[in-house]
């Protein structure tokens, strides 16, 4: 058996069977078949809408509709032009919503990658319905996720939804897919290991201990998952089902923690800055996942200095907020989102008594964190090759993010949320200005090659 199938078999299918929501998934050549009985088996309505962008329904569409009428369903179809491309915001879900409100016993079926699932998850909950998704890119990990993450009003928030009931993803459709969009996906999956970096720091001050549910089933695997990142550049089916598992698992560790921290952390705050700002490349708007791998990429060079650094004997002045909230204000010019970030950076201030019980916490514990951290973080230079070998962007260059608005963006991350990470954690201990200067001289070239120092 292959090993993904022995995978499949050992993580996802316990975390579907523990899923309050997700009831079957399946991965596997040929699986747009299974769509039509799937959902046959879910539902008591026969009329169904395909929900998709044309790039989703180019590469599946019809033939989940013949899959549905083969199982009865009088099929309706709504397809996004690709001219211009759907955005991730709210707004851009009204022509699904006013669909659904329209007919009670229309079932959704979304057929597209990140956004549209995203918007149709968003139509669904909104109007209180289950519905399948097919997967058509191994792009993102938020299939099976409950939040949708979308803008409103111009801030990218996780909108509190519903994951699908089923999840289909055949491989002839991933494996074919753009290589860039897999390389997103490897990207986003990239990113979970700051992200548990992340998590490790905030267990250490105290803001927020790890769980024995999400943490192993993204952490204990992250490795496998990523290794082998030349074959998915080649479309090579094991190597794109192992991706497909990893995104998956993440999305099911999100459901089962409630939050977005078993996935994100400050490689995604960086990464939320310039899709909020609409940071676009080529007069293409960068994706999730090629802004998360450039975020990933911060945030490992981020912890390469900060594993370099002797913290038993730190202190550290407690952080002005009135300071902070002048760099707020300096580096998220739209108040859209300068009013937010005001709102999340208040949530996770520290008071004194905290402030100082955080650094005797460091002062205490710091060589079990960083042993922990040294097995679980990629260092920066070994994930840079990797994104590379995936096909992934791994410099801000490789996006279009000068060096000065790099330098924005890593200051404006740690405001946008309340989620404690690396920036703060470096702000907290008076580190932040120290490993800012050196991890910008060290990305400058684009490469990272060399020591953090
Ligand atoms: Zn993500």
């Given at each position: 058996m292959s090993a993904w199938k022995v995978q499949f078999d050992a993580l996802i299918a316990p975390a579907v069977a523990k899923s309050?929501?997700?009831e079957r998934l399946i991965i596997d050549?040929?699986?747009?078949?299974?769509v039509g009985p799937a959902t046959a088996a879910l539902t008591d309505t026969r009329k169904a809408i395909v929900f998709a962008d044309q790039a989703g329904f180019d590469a599946a569409g019809s033939a989940v509709c013949d899959s549905l009428r083969a199982s009865g369903f009088a099929v309706d179809q709504l397809v996004l032009t690709n001219d211009p491309l759907p955005k991730a915001?709210?707004?851009?879900?009204a022509p699904f919503l006013s669909r659904l409100k329209a007919d009670a016993f229309l079932f959704p079926v979304s057929v597209g990658s990140g956004v549209i699932n995203d918007l149709v998850k968003f139509a669904a909950f909104e109007t209180d319905r289950r519905y399948v998704s097919v997967a058509?890119?191994?792009?993102?990990?938020?299939?099976?996720?409950?939040?949708a993450p979308l803008a409103r009003d111009g801030f990218k928030v996780t909108i509190p939804t519903r994951a699908p009931v089923a999840l289909v993803a055949d491989l002839d459709v991933i494996a074919n897919a753009p290589a860039e969009m897999t390389g997103w996906g490897y990207g986003d999956l990239a990113g979970k290991s700051p992200a548990g970096g992340d998590w490790l720091l905030a267990e250490l001050v105290g803001a927020e201990a790890r769980d024995d549910t999400a943490w192993p089933l993204v952490q204990d695997h992250l490795r496998d998952w990523l290794s082998?990142?030349?074959a998915l550049a080649t479309g090579d089916f094991d190597a794109c089902a192992r991706l497909f598992i990893g995104l998956t698992a993440v999305g099911f560790a999100m459901e089962f923690h409630g939050t977005s921290r078993p996935a994100s952390g400050a490689d995604h705050q960086i990464a939320h800055m310039w899709e909020m700002e609409g940071h676009s490349i080529n007069g293409i708007k960068v994706s999730h996942g090629a802004a998360v791998a450039v975020g990933c990429m911060v945030s490992l060079a981020l912890y390469d200095w900060l594993l370099a650094?002797?913290?038993?004997?730190i202190t550290a002045p407690a952080p002005d907020i009135d300071t902070s909230l002048a760099e707020l204000a300096r580096v998220i010019p739209d108040p859209r989102i300068a009013d937010r970030a005001v709102a999340e950076t208040r949530a996770k201030w520290p008071d004194l008594p905290t402030h100082k019980d955080r650094l005797a916490r460091v002062r205490a514990h710091w060589p079990k964190t960083r042993d922990l951290m040294q097995q679980h973080l990629f260092r920066a230079q070994e994930m840079q090759s990797m994104l590379m070998a995936a096909g992934?962007?791994?410099?801000?260059a490789d996006i279009g993010v000068s060096s000065d608005h790099l330098e924005r963006t890593i200051r404006a991350?740690?405001?946008?949320?309340?989620r404690y990470t690396i920036l703060d954690f470096l702000k907290e201990a008076g580190l932040f200005e120290d490993a800012l200067s050196a991890v910008l001289a060290r990305l400058k070239g684009g490469s990272v090659k060399g020591a953090a120092e």
């Open positions: 309050a929501v997700t050549r040929g699986a747009i078949a299974h915001s709210v707004d851009e879900a058509t890119a191994a792009s993102m990990d938020g299939y099976t996720s409950a939040g082998g990142p030349e650094q002797d913290l038993s004997r992934a962007p791994s410099t801000a991350a740690a405001y946008i949320r309340s």
